[in-house]
Nanobody, 122 residues
């Protein structure tokens, strides 16, 4: 079992930045692909970014490409989502997840955190 805990969310003005850490416990995440998803009010959860177990592959949703960066520090058992140039439409609950293979589809992820709220004001 892998337990995931996101943090770093909050209120930020448009154009600002936030970094979301996702700390894992229970098992090392070095063999897992890790992903970030988000869910805005009244909308379905959507893919944001993913990184392979080796860190050699990354994928981003078109809406965040060039603004968000996913990274991992296996020594700290932590995955990060660096979010720059934030827009009001980035407002959502952000979830960290772990999968046994690199994927962008939600169904591939077996372990999920509880989420952290990000609110971007205009």
């Amino acid at each position: 079992q892998v337990q995931l805990v996101e943090s770093g969310g909050g209120l930020v003005q448009a154009g600002g930045s936030l970094r979301l850490p996702c700390a894992a416990s229970g098992r090392t995440i070095s063999s897992y692909a890790m992903g970030w998803f988000r869910q805005a009010p009244g909308k379905e959860r959507q893919f944001v970014a993913a990184i392979s177990g080796s860190g050699g592959m990354r994928s981003y949703a078109d809406s965040v490409k060039g603004r968000f960066t996913i990274s991992r520090d296996d020594a700290k058992n932590t995955v990060y989502l660096q979010m720059n140039s934030l827009k009001p439409e980035d407002t959502a609950v952000y979830y960290c997840a772990a999968a046994s293979f690199f994927a962008t589809a939600e169904y591939a992820y077996s372990y999920w955190g509880q989420g952290t709220q990000v609110t971007v004001s205009s």
